[in-house]
C-alpha cells in the first residue's frame, strides 16, 4: 500500500465522513416514519413494519442515486472530489440500508404466517411474463444480492487479489444493481401506489443519472481526441505558469492515453494518470506533503519519479519533459516506470 492508504483508515476526516452518512440515513429514515406515521397512523405492528420497507426501501434507492452522481460530479466539476475520497464506504452503507429494507419485507410476511404466500409468489412461473402481478420482490432479492457481492469484495485485499481491472469490471455491476432496482420500484411500488409522484421521481432520479454520465462523458471524449503533436512528437502543454501549482494539467497522447503533468513550484513533471491503486484519476489530485496525491483514495507517489515513498512500492510510468521556447512539452512515449524524469524550469 503507498503512504496515502491512511486516508481510507480512521483518520479525522474519515469519520467525519461517515458520521455525516449515519447522520444523513438516520435523519431521512426519522423524518420519513415520523411524517407518514403522523399522515396515516399505523394500526398494528404489520403497519408499522411497512412503514419501515418504505422507509428503507426509499433510502436505499436514493443512496444508490448518490452514489453513482459521484463520479460523474467530481469530473465535472473537482469541488465534488472529497465525495470520491470514502465512496466504499457509501456504497456498504447503502447496502445495510437495503438488507434493513429485504429483512423488513420477510419480517411482514413471517408476523401474518405468510411465509407460503411468498414462497408461492416467488416461485409462480407464470406471473414472470406479466406486468401487473410480476414478482418484483424477485428483482429486489437480486439486486441485494449484487449489493451484498460488492459490499463483500469492497476491502483493499480483495483489490489486490482480484487486480485493479477484474475488480473495477466486478465493481461496474452496481449499474446494473441499479437497473433492477429502478425496475423493481416501477413494477412494485407503482403498482400500489397511484400518486404520480412516485414515477414523476423514480423518472427524474434515473434521468439525473444518465444526463450526468452523458455530459461528464461527453466531455471527457473531447479531451481524448489526442493533444496537437509538434516537432518530433512532443505535445505542448503550455508555459510553466498555466500549470497551476500543486496540481496538473492534463493532455492526451494521440492514442489516448492521459498523461498528468504535474507542476510543484519550479518542479515539473509528468506521469500516467492512472493511480496504481484503481486507476483513479492522477491528475485530478494535488501534490501533498511533496507528493503527488490521488483525489480518489489518497495513494501517493514521488513527482521527480513517480514512485511511492518508501516503505510503499508502488511505481508509476514517468514521461520525459522539456521547456523549450517557453513552452512545457511531453514526450507522450513513456519511460520504464520509476525512472526519474522531473526538471526544473524557470518561471
Excluded at 133 to 147: D, E, H, Q, R, S
Aim: aromatic residues 10%; positive net charge; glycine residues 10%.
Amino acid at each position: 500500500m503507498s503512504a496515502g492508504f491512511r486516508a481510507v483508515q480512521w483518520n479525522c476526516r474519515k469519520v467525519v465522513y461517515d458520521l455525516i452518512l449515519v447522520a444523513g440515513v438516520t435523519l431521512y429514515i426519522g423524518a420519513f416514519m415520523g411524517v407518514s406515521a403522523w399522515q396515516r397512523p399505523p394500526a398494528n405492528w404489520p403497519d408499522w413494519t411497512n412503514l419501515r420497507i418504505d422507509a428503507f426501501g426509499s433510502c436505499a434507492f436514493i443512496m444508490l442515486t448518490i452514489i453513482l452522481s459521484i463520479g460523474p460530479l467530481a469530473r465535472l466539476d473537482p469541488r465534488f472530489l472529497p465525495l470520491l475520497y470514502n465512496r466504499r464506504h457509501f456504497g456498504v452503507l447503502t447496502f445495510f440500508v437495503a438488507a434493513v429494507h429485504g429483512w423488513s419485507v420477510f419480517e411482514w410476511f413471517a408476523v401474518q404466517d405468510a411465509l407460503p404466500g411468498l414462497a408461492n409468489e416467488l416461485s409462480n412461473t407464470a406471473a414472470y411474463g406479466k406486468f401487473i402481478g410480476f414478482p418484483y420482490k424477485t428483482l429486489g432479492i437480486a439486486a441485494l444480492v449484487v449489493l451484498l457481492l460488492l459490499a463483500a469484495t469492497s476491502h483493499d485485499f480483495w483489490l489486490a487479489f482480484l487486480t485493479p481491472p477484474a475488480w473495477k469490471a466486478l465493481h461496474m455491476l452496481l449499474y446494473l444493481a441499479y437497473g433492477i432496482v429502478v425496475m423493481h420500484v416501477a413494477l412494485g411500488a407503482m403498482q400500489g401506489n397511484r400518486s404520480p409522484l412516485v414515477p414523476v421521481l423514480l423518472g427524474g432520479a434515473f434521468v439525473w443519472v444518465a444526463g450526468l454520465h452523458l455530459v461528464a462523458g461527453r466531455r471527457e471524449r473531447r479531451g481524448d481526441r489526442g493533444s496537437k503533436v509538434g516537432e518530433g512528437g512532443w505535445i505542448a502543454v503550455g508555459p510553466p505558469e498555466t500549470i497551476p501549482d500543486k496540481a496538473a494539467r492534463i493532455v492526451t497522447a494521440p492514442g489516448g492515453e492521459r498523461i498528468a503533468v504535474f507542476r510543484d513550484g519550479a518542479r515539473v513533471g509528468a506521469l500516467t494518470n492512472l493511480c496504481a491503486h484503481q486507476n483513479g484519476p492522477l491528475g485530478e489530485g494535488r501534490i501533498i506533503d511533496g507528493c503527488v496525491t490521488c483525489p480518489w483514495h489518497g495513494f501517493q507517489y514521488r513527482l521527480e519519479d513517480g514512485r511511492a515513498p518508501p516503505p510503499f512500492t508502488e511505481v508509476l510510468a514517468t514521461y520525459p519533459v522539456r521547456l523549450r521556447g517557453g513552452i512545457v512539452e511531453v514526450d507522450p512515449r513513456p519511460l520504464p516506470p520509476g525512472t526519474p524524469a522531473a526538471i526544473d524550469v524557470v518561471l
